[in-house]
């Protein structure tokens, strides 16, 4: 494909759709052109990818260069839970933030993935390459990356129409009330905070169902485990903070660091499930629980019942119990 292409309109059409054949690219890929303002309308800048063109109208397309930012050193490992031509996914430590940003100065997720020589999706932009979804920095657990634009895109469809899944394991207090839980509050910026979120009734819906999993030896924690069907940042934290419960270790919306006994939140994306963009087969992959988060249960639970609920069968069939 050449840097700058000129198209001449040969009959009405929608902009994407136009691009779409000429470029090869799909119409997420040519939304995001025309948010970097690469694409041109006798001669002037459009934003609208629905635009209708008219027959004889000249197109300008301007490929962004990509110039590719060295990747930082990197000192943590990252475990792979499978790889094939498509995708990756990953087991991500916790204390690793998933991609770079004005205020983050040490490595990333995406620098370890550039030092690995993974080749990634685009479509994201430079900064996150192949990222399909994020985890928070302290929070482990189970991620996707996309490899190629196609699996991306397919990838993020399943995302949007809820076929991708995660299921997430989190140690609280205190308990929740019932058996189950089902929270569904838009969540926005916190007016007070600007570190945190809050349930705002004008904000992005959100919406999380928790399931009680084991109590703790004297039942003031207990382990449960929280299915997303929306991806807010800080979303089960939030929700959980909406109920008055926390998440032990979260020195946001739990006990201030000072205080807090446990260094990193006890929130870990356990399963993760998704068609492949290929092969067409419905596919889980489960992270094991890391062993900081074993050590603290350790506190607080009997680990041999422990071990017996935090299975991948065990976690799945809970919720394909009845809900409320």
């Excluded at 196609?150 to 929740?176: C, F, N, V, W």
């Excluded at 169902?209 to 069907?229: M, T, W």
């Excluded at 979260?250 to 006990?255: F, L, R």
């Excluded at 890391?290 to 019942?305: G, H, N, Q, R, S």
Aim: neutral net charge; aromatic residues 6%; contains cysteine.
């Amino acid at each position: 494909m050449n840097k700058d292409n000129t198209y001449i309109v040969e009959e009405p059409q929608r902009l994407d759709l136009f691009l779409t054949q000429k470029l090869e690219q799909t119409r997420n890929q040519i939304a995001l052109l025309i948010k970097q303002d690469s694409i041109e309308v006798d001669n002037k800048k459009v934003k609208k990818p629905g635009l209708k063109l008219k027959v004889g109208q000249q197109v300008k397309v301007d490929l962004p260069t990509q110039k590719e930012t060295p990747a930082l050193e990197v000192n943590f490992e990252v475990e792979v839970l499978f790889e094939d031509d498509d995708l990756m996914v990953i087991n991500k430590p916790s204390g690793v933030t998933v991609h770079g940003a004005p205020s983050v100065k040490e490595a990333t997720l995406v620098d370890w993935l550039k030092r690995r020589g993974v080749r990634l999706s685009t479509i994201s932009g430079e900064e996150r390459h192949g990222i399909v979804h994020r985890l928070d920095k302290g929070t482990s657990g189970t991620m996707v990356i996309a490899k190629n634009n196609e699996a991306h895109e397919a990838l993020s469809a399943q995302l949007q129409d809820k076929t991708m899944g995660r299921y997430y394991l989190a140690i609280i207090d205190p308990p929740l009330k019932d058996e189950v839980t089902i929270i569904d509050k838009a969540i926005g910026r916190s007016a007070s905070n600007r570190l945190k979120m809050a349930c705002v009734e004008s904000a992005k819906s959100a919406k999380t169902e928790f399931r009680k999993v084991l109590f703790g030896k004297n039942e003031d924690v207990e382990l449960i485990a929280c299915k997303l069907y929306t991806g807010r940042t800080h979303q089960i934290r939030v929700h959980l903070e909406s109920m008055s419960r926390h998440i032990l270790g979260d020195h946001i919306y739990g006990t201030s660091k000072k205080d807090s006994k446990t260094e990193r939140i006890l929130l870990h994306a356990y399963v993760l499930y998704f068609t492949h963009p290929t092969t067409k087969k419905l596919v889980s992959f489960v992270a094991p629980v890391a062993d900081e988060i074993k050590e603290e249960a350790t506190k607080y639970f009997d680990m041999e019942k422990f071990n017996e609920v935090v299975t991948e069968n065990n976690i799945t069939n809970i919720f394909n119990t009845d809900t409320i």
